[in-house]
């Protein structure tokens, strides 16, 4: 399976988002204003996984036939319950935590 991961650093509507801590789709990135100012928050997501034509109409051919899965940073309407926002790095973390445990169970859960 040919999976074009998600960039480790990126700039989107107006911020930088630096990848901190990932263990399978559970990850932190800072967010800051650019590269090198100071971080104004951390957000904890899961990331996205789609089949790579389902971006066909978006994106060119090409991507398509790169790859077979695209990871993806959850959209707006995700927030709450795919991605969550936190001005510190602590309860980044717990968050993290209880992400990593919540979607392990469910994954054990599911093949048993």
Known sequence: ???????????KKGSFYQQVKRTGDIAIFSQ???AVSPKIGFDVVRVQKYASNRFRAKNS???CK???FIETYPVSEQW???AFSFDNFDAAIK??????EKY???VLNSAA
């Open 95 to 100: 968050k993290y935590d209880a992400l990593q």
């Open 1 to 11: 399976m040919n999976v074009k991961t998600l960039p480790e650093q990126f700039f």
């Open 61 to 63: 051919q090409l991507l």
């Open 80 to 82: 709450g319950q795919q």
């Open 104 to 106: 392990s169970v469910s």
């Open 66 to 68: 790169e790859w077979d």
């Open 32 to 34: 800051a204003y650019s």
